[in-house]
């Protein structure tokens, strides 16, 4: 009668871990990269080792890890760009400096854009002295975001203001008449 009960748990102990290891993301897959990119951005956010923290261990220690994770997820971004889950596009900015625009843009994002798009997003100025964004978002995402950067970027006029100048205002997109 044990015998009996000792192969059915045996079984269910297969099955189950068989059910567990075939369900996992394969390696290389969208999945797989998605899901090292969220394990790779958590280490990065929560830090190197508390060993590495310890007095008498050189500073190359914290350098060494920072690099590692940093090169992990900029590896796991690049192939979640390449798969077509993620856009990069690159925004110029002129009417106000990158970090207000997008400021003013996340503002507005915050509540429309769930938590997972905000996960797999990265939004940085490309450099000091220029007027852009470097914007990789998940493509289903692309144009929203897209957008309110540009309205962060150059808000329409309210109506007050452009009949106190005298000049009327007209959209970008539309033809002028003549």
């Known amino acids: 009668?044990?015998?009996?009960?000792?192969?059915?748990?045996?079984?269910?102990?297969?099955?189950?871990?068989?059910l567990y290891f075939g369900t996992q993301p394969k390696k290389g897959t969208?999945?797989?990269?998605?899901?090292?990119?969220?394990?790779?951005?958590k280490e990065l956010?929560?830090?190197?080792?508390?060993?590495?923290?310890?007095?008498?261990v050189p500073g190359i220690m914290r350098t060494f890890y920072e690099r590692r994770f940093t090169r992990q997820l900029d590896f796991h971004r690049t192939a979640l760009i390449d798969s077509g889950y993620l856009k990069q596009s690159v925004f110029v900015v002129s009417n106000s400096s990158p970090l207000s625009v997008w400021r003013?843009?996340?503002?507005?994002?915050l509540v429309v854009v769930p938590k997972e798009?905000?996960?797999?997003?990265?939004?940085?100025?490309?450099?000091?002295?220029?007027?852009?964004?470097?914007?990789?978002v998940p493509r289903d995402w692309f144009e929203k975001i897209g957008d309110a950067i540009r309205k962060a970027d150059v808000p329409e006029a309210p109506r007050e203001w452009s009949d106190?100048?005298?000049?009327?205002?007209r959209k970008a997109d539309v033809p002028e008449t003549k």
């Open 45 to 56: 956010e929560t830090g190197v080792p508390a060993w590495v923290l310890k007095k008498g």
């Open 117 to 136: 798009v905000w996960n797999f997003s990265w939004i940085q100025q490309t450099n000091m002295n220029t007027n852009t964004l470097m914007v990789v």
């Open 1 to 18: 009668m044990r015998w009996r009960i000792t192969i059915a748990v045996m079984a269910v102990l297969t099955i189950a871990g068989a």
């Open 164 to 169: 106190k100048i005298g000049v009327a205002i």
């Open 30 to 41: 969208v999945e797989w990269h998605k899901k090292e990119y969220l394990r790779a951005r």
């Open 104 to 109: 003013t843009a996340a503002h507005d994002l």
